[in-house]
């Protein structure tokens, strides 16, 4: 089978300079973009009478060449005790270790979890997202490689890996909102629905991002 060109996309619509020209706008607004799949009530800020400092991810949005054009991985995380992420779908990523900047933590990140260490090409990053559940700074970066790899996740940290289309992102059967009992209250959850899986919260929230700014460079093309 013939892979996509990631310059011109599926059916000529999302290519890889789109994304390269999304991710450089002028004007825009990332807190904004991201009310789209946040839920409601959401901490968007951290709040300033939170003593001392956040604890720092970093997160990364893989690219390559997939079966539906321009694809992305999630990861179905392992259940942990303790860990108020586990069992969710995510983006891969994790904490920032002594001594690495943002996107070394990002780059390891990918190897750990998904096996893919070499060949990665950081085409540009989101604006930090906070997380106020486990009180994290998550700077999220987009990479690209040429080629669709061949995932070899850690078993320990990775239930299974989710490959999901750009253009799904644009679909609005795969979007849903629904009110969620959490914690004595209701809270109204947008997500998208890939591969039978909910993805919600920070990863939807950040995907929504990454959807706004490709609308505002399509200008209608989808």
Not at 9 to 24: E, F, N, S
Not at 76 to 99: K, T
Not at 168 to 184: N, Q, S, T, V, Y
Request: glycine share 10%; proline share 10%.
């Amino acid at each position: 089978m013939t892979e996509p060109d990631p310059l011109v996309g599926p059916g000529g619509l999302i290519g890889l300079d789109d994304v390269r020209a999304a991710l450089a706008l002028d004007g825009f607004d990332p807190l904004e973009a991201r009310r789209t799949m946040s839920p409601v009530p959401r901490v968007l800020r951290r709040p300033d009478s939170r003593l001392g400092a956040p604890h720092q991810a970093s997160v990364i949005m893989l690219l390559y060449p997939g079966e539906h054009g321009l694809s992305l991985p999630l990861i179905h995380r392992a259940e942990h005790p303790g860990d108020v992420h586990s069992g969710q779908i995510s983006l891969p990523g994790g904490s920032r270790e002594p001594g690495e900047t943002p996107v070394d933590t990002a780059l390891r990140e990918a190897g750990e979890e998904l096996g893919v260490g070499a060949g990665i090409e950081i085409l540009g990053e989101l604006s930090p997202l906070y997380i106020a559940p486990s009180d994290f700074e998550v700077t999220p970066f987009v990479g690209w490689l040429p080629v669709r790899p061949r995932w070899r996740p850690d078993e320990r940290e990775v239930v299974e890996v989710l490959e999901c289309s750009l253009a799904w992102l644009f679909e609005a059967p795969r979007k849903h909102i629904e009110d969620w009992p959490f914690e004595g209250y209701s809270l109204r959850v947008p997500w998208y629905e890939v591969t039978g899986h909910r993805v919600w919260g920070a990863t939807a929230i950040l995907l929504g991002e990454l959807e706004q700014r490709l609308r505002q460079t399509l200008n209608g093309r989808l």
